[in-house]
C-alpha cells in the first residue's frame, strides 16, 4: 500500500484508516523511517503474504536483515547517519482470521521457489524491532501504546469480505508466492466493473464498515471512533473540528515518547499459560488459547500419539501484552487423542485433546 523502502521521509502519519484483506504490505518499510506515527487505524488480514527472505527476488526491498517487516518496522542505523529514531504505534485494531495462520508453513512444505523457510508475515512488529522498542535508554522515543490485539470489530454489513473473501484472499496470497506464478486477484467490485476502471475507486464501496463495539466506539485519541470516520458521519463532524489539536498531541506524542490514547492498559501475563483447547472433544476444529509473560518467538505444534508432527500452528515471534488464540482444524485427520505443545526459549508445556468423528 505504501512503499518508503530506505528512504527516509520527513514525517509519516497514518491516522484513522480502515485496511481490510490485504495480501502485500500494508507498509514496505526498510527500517529507516524518523517520524513515523500510526494511529487509530484498522488493521484486518493485512500484510497476509508469507517472507521468503532471498534477495535475488525482492532487490532493493528485503530487510537489512532479512526478517519480515510486520507494520512496523526499525532497524539501528550506522554511525554516519544521525537523526532520532521516533515511532508511535498506538490506539489500532490488529486481527487475522485464524483461516490465515498456515500460509507460511504450507509454503514452506511445498518448498515453493525452493525455500522451506518462509517467515509469517502477520505481525506487529519482527524480533529485532521490538527489542529497539523495548530499550528504553537507547531508544526513548520508540513507543508501543495500547492497541486493540486479535479484535475483530463487529460491522455492520461487511458483505463477503470476512467470509468468502478470506478464502480467496488465502489462495491468491499460496498462489502468488511462486515466482513462476500468473495467479490474479479477482476484482472486489461492484460499481466500477471491468479492466477499463482499474484506475478509479470503487465508490460508493458497498459495505458498512462501522460497528457498535463499546470500547472501539471510544478508543481512539480524544475518546473517538478507531478507524475510518467516514462510516461514523457525526463523530466525524465533531473530529474535524479539533483535528489540528488531535494533530498536535500526536507530534507531542512522538517527540516526547509517550501516549495519547485515553484507555486502561491491557494487563500483560504473568505466566505462561496453556489452556486446555475448546471444545474438547471436537469434531473436526477446536481453539487453542496460550498467552506468555515476555515477548519471543513461539512455537505451537500438534502431534499424533507415535509423536509425528502433524501440524505447526504457531511458529514466529508474538507479544505479551494479550491472550493468543489459534483454531486447528482436523477434518483430515482420523479420530484418535493427539497433542499439542507450546515451546519458547524459557517454557515448554504440552497438553492432550480427543478428535471424535
Avoid: C
Wanted: no cysteine; charged share 20%; proline share 5%.
Amino acid at each position: 500500500m505504501y512503499k518508503f523502502r530506505q528512504y527516509r521521509f520527513n514525517r509519516v502519519m497514518i491516522n484513522h484508516s480502515t485496511f481490510i484483506n490485504i495480501s502485500g504490505y500494508v507498509f514496505l518499510d526498510l527500517g529507516y523511517q524518523g517520524d513515523f506515527s500510526t494511529t487509530n487505524n484498522i488493521f484486518v488480514n493485512s500484510n497476509v503474504q508469507a517472507y521468503h527472505g532471498v534477495p535475488e527476488i525482492d532487490a532493493g526491498e528485503q530487510d537489512p536483515d532479512g526478517l519480515p517487516m510486520g507494520l512496523v518496522n526499525v532497524i539501528e542505523l550506522p554511525d554516519s547517519v544521525d537523526y532520532p529514531r521516533k515511532y508511535l504505534f498506538e490506539g489500532n485494531v490488529v486481527y487475522w482470521d485464524d483461516r490465515l495462520s498456515d500460509i507460511a508453513s504450507t509454503l514452506s512444505a511445498d518448498e515453493v521457489n525452493g525455500i522451506s523457510d518462509w517467515k509469517d508475515q502477520q505481525i506487529v512488529m519482527n524480533e529485532r524491532t521490538q527489542q529497539m522498542f523495548d530499550n528504553d535508554a537507547e531508544y526513548p522515543y520508540l513507543t508501543l501504546g495500547t492497541n486493540y490485539m486479535d479484535v475483530l470489530p463487529n460491522f455492520t454489513d461487511p458483505a463477503d469480505l470476512l467470509t468468502d473473501q478470506v478464502d480467496a484472499l488465502k489462495e491468491y496470497s499460496i498462489a502468488s508466492a511462486d515466482t513462476a506464478g500468473t495467479a490474479v486477484m479477482d476484482a472486489w467490485r461492484l460499481v466500477n466493473v471491468g479492466e477499463d476502471y482499474y484506475i478509479y475507486p470503487d465508490w460508493p464501496i458497498p459495505v458498512d464498515l462501522s460497528y457498535d463495539d463499546t470500547n472501539l466506539l471510544s478508543g481512539a485519541t480524544g475518546g473517538f471512533p478507531v478507524g475510518d470516520l467516514n462510516w461514523f458521519p457525526d463523530e466525524k463532524a465533531a473530529w474535524n473540528a479539533q483535528r489540528s489539536a488531535e494533530y498536535a498531541a500526536i507530534h507531542e506524542a512522538l517527540n516526547s515518547g509517550t501516549t495519547t490514547v485515553g484507555v486502561e492498559e491491557m494487563n500483560v501475563p504473568e505466566a505462561f499459560d496453556l489452556q486446555q483447547n475448546y471444545p474438547n472433544p471436537f469434531n473436526p476444529t477446536t481453539e487453542i488459547k496460550y498467552s506468555i509473560p515476555t515477548s519471543g518467538n513461539v512455537t505451537l505444534t500438534v502431534y499424533n500419539t507415535l509423536g509425528q508432527e502433524i501440524a505447526t500452528l504457531v511458529d514466529g515471534y508474538k507479544t505479551a501484552n494479550h491472550m493468543h488464540k489459534v483454531t486447528f482444524n482436523a477434518s483430515n485427520l482420523t479420530s484418535g487423542v493427539y497433542f499439542y505443545s507450546l515451546q519458547t526459549e524459557d517454557f515448554s508445556q504440552t497438553k492432550k485433546m480427543l478428535l471424535v468423528k
